[in-house]
């Protein structure tokens, strides 16, 4: 069999086992121009052509090096070749403070969930090559099981979508082969090269494994080992949370002598997808500050962290959005990533209920909710007008929707 067959049935494999609960009429990809998306576009466009399934792309220019307009317009062209719709988003928020690579991450998934509208799956070109780099990256920070367990081949994201990941026991190597037997170009990112950035320095060093012995699928074969051992612990947390958490608006409500009566194993998991959850950010917090959080509200104080308040209340603990990670997320349709409206006039937006539209509630409306929860709760405005609070009012809950899946569903497949 010739590579080109052995890659696309290997591809077309990992899809449907993926969609085997049903195809979907419509899903997204994320092609940046590099190989690895470049051979998923093709692979990918192969699959949905012969079962009927709608492809789009989407390409994010992070507008962050001379050239990547004319690489983005150069992708778009690619994929009118083969038919595919394609939109480019430029990323222009980035403030220059903080992690370069971890902005850029947070900021493309953000870009993609506004894109999406209806699309639910969002396929992302990861190799077995990225979940070896992951890995080391993890080791090297200290990682426990979650962390060690890698990227998943399903995952949902808090925001609500699905990213599948059909490429994860395809190494890059084939995958560039497979794209010049096509004669597909593809761009390679200078800063791929750039050993200051930790990935890249992990890269670098995957030769001299496999030198020793270490390969690639040893990284994979760990990677489904302990994610073996998470599902079990998620589970098990999943199971905790039924008897002593609820979901309220936008937070997360935990029982405290429930909580603390918890195994500490358990009282992380729960508090890490709850930081997730609540935040939509799709990666866990570092260990060590979870752990400090933890420590403050088990001694009574309010805790900051992944943009979200963890703060005791009578006898409940509570995960909240943090106001200030919510300002400058006014949007008619979409609202801190995670709250759609639901055919609203233009001139209404979603935003924070804040202070201004807390004093417009009824009393009965806020008393039952605690200030710093009560002013993040998504809200529709015309101008300074409050018009609906749905997750405070259920008369209203029909003028927005959470975009997200529930919490207990979230922590057992995260």
């Known amino acids: 069999m010739s590579l080109t067959d052995r890659l696309s049935a290997k591809v077309a494999s990992n899809l449907d086992a993926a969609f085997a609960s049903g195809l979907p009429k419509h899903i997204g990809i994320a092609v940046s121009g590099g190989g690895d998306s470049m051979a998923l576009l093709h692979l990918t466009h192969a699959w949905a052509s012969e079962r009927d399934v709608t492809l789009s792309a989407i390409t994010i220019d992070h507008n962050l090096r001379a050239g990547s307009a004319e690489e983005a317009a150069r992708v778009a062209q690619w994929c009118a070749d083969l038919g595919v719709a394609h939109t480019t988003c430029v990323w222009r928020d980035w403030d220059h403070n903080g992690n370069l690579q971890d902005a850029a991450r947070q900021a493309r998934y953000r870009m993609i969930n506004d894109w999406r509208c209806d699309i639910e799956d969002i396929l992302i070109g990861h190799t077995v090559d990225d979940q070896a780099e992951t890995l080391l990256l993890r080791l090297k920070r200290g990682s426990g099981v979650d962390g060690m367990t890698g990227m998943k081949h399903v995952t949902h994201h808090p925001s609500g979508m699905t990213l599948i990941r059909p490429l994860l026991n395809i190494t890059r190597h084939d995958?560039?082969?497979?794209?010049?037997?096509?004669?597909?170009?593809?761009?390679?990112?200078?800063?791929?090269?750039?050993?200051?950035?930790?990935?890249?320095?992990?890269?670098?060093?995957?030769?001299?494994?496999?030198?020793?012995?270490?390969?690639?699928?040893?990284?994979?074969?760990?990677?489904?080992?302990?994610?073996?051992?998470?599902?079990?612990?998620?589970?098990?947390?999943?199971?905790?949370?039924?008897?002593?958490?609820?979901?309220?608006?936008?937070?997360?409500?935990?029982?405290?002598?429930?909580?603390?009566?918890?195994?500490?194993?358990?009282?992380?998991?729960?508090?890490?997808?709850?930081?997730?959850?609540?935040?939509?950010?799709?990666?866990?917090?570092?260990?060590?500050?979870?752990?400090?959080?933890?420590?403050?509200?088990?001694?009574?104080?309010?805790?900051?962290?992944?943009?979200?308040?963890?703060?005791?209340?009578?006898?409940?603990?509570?995960?909240?959005?943090?106001?200030?990670?919510?300002?400058?997320?006014?949007?008619?349709?979409?609202?801190?990533?995670?709250?759609?409206?639901?055919?609203?006039?233009?001139?209404?937006?979603?935003?924070?209920?804040?202070?201004?539209?807390?004093?417009?509630?009824?009393?009965?409306?806020?008393?039952?909710?605690?200030?710093?929860?009560?002013?993040?709760?998504?809200?529709?405005?015309?101008?300074?007008?409050?018009?609906?609070?749905?997750?405070?009012?259920?008369?209203?809950?029909?003028?927005?929707?959470?975009?997200?899946?529930?919490?207990?569903?979230?922590?057992?497949?995260?």
């Open 175 to 414: 995958l560039r082969d497979y794209l010049v037997a096509c004669e597909q170009p593809w761009f390679d990112d200078p800063s791929n090269n750039n050993a200051a950035f930790d990935r890249i320095a992990m890269r670098q060093l995957l030769p001299q494994l496999t030198s020793a012995g270490i390969s690639l699928d040893r990284f994979a074969l760990m990677a489904t080992h302990m994610q073996r051992a998470q599902d079990a612990l998620d589970h098990t947390a999943g199971d905790v949370f039924q008897t002593m958490g609820r979901q309220q608006g936008t937070d997360l409500i935990f029982d405290q002598a429930g909580f603390f009566a918890a195994h500490s194993e358990i009282q992380s998991r729960l508090f890490s997808a709850g930081l997730c959850w609540v935040s939509g950010n799709a990666y866990r917090p570092r260990f060590e500050a979870l752990q400090r959080a933890l420590s403050d509200v088990q001694d009574g104080k309010t805790s900051s962290l992944h943009g979200c308040l963890m703060y005791p209340h009578q006898n409940t603990l509570r995960i909240t959005r943090e106001f200030a990670a919510t300002q400058g997320a006014a949007d008619q349709t979409v609202w801190d990533g995670r709250w759609q409206a639901v055919d609203l006039p233009a001139q209404h937006s979603v935003q924070a209920l804040g202070e201004q539209g807390a004093a417009q509630l009824e009393s009965d409306l806020r008393k039952n909710v605690p200030f710093r929860s009560l002013h993040v709760q998504p809200a529709v405005f015309w101008g300074d007008q409050l018009i609906y609070a749905p997750t405070l009012d259920p008369t209203q809950r029909q003028f927005i929707q959470d975009l997200r899946i529930n919490f207990i569903d979230f922590i057992t497949s995260h």
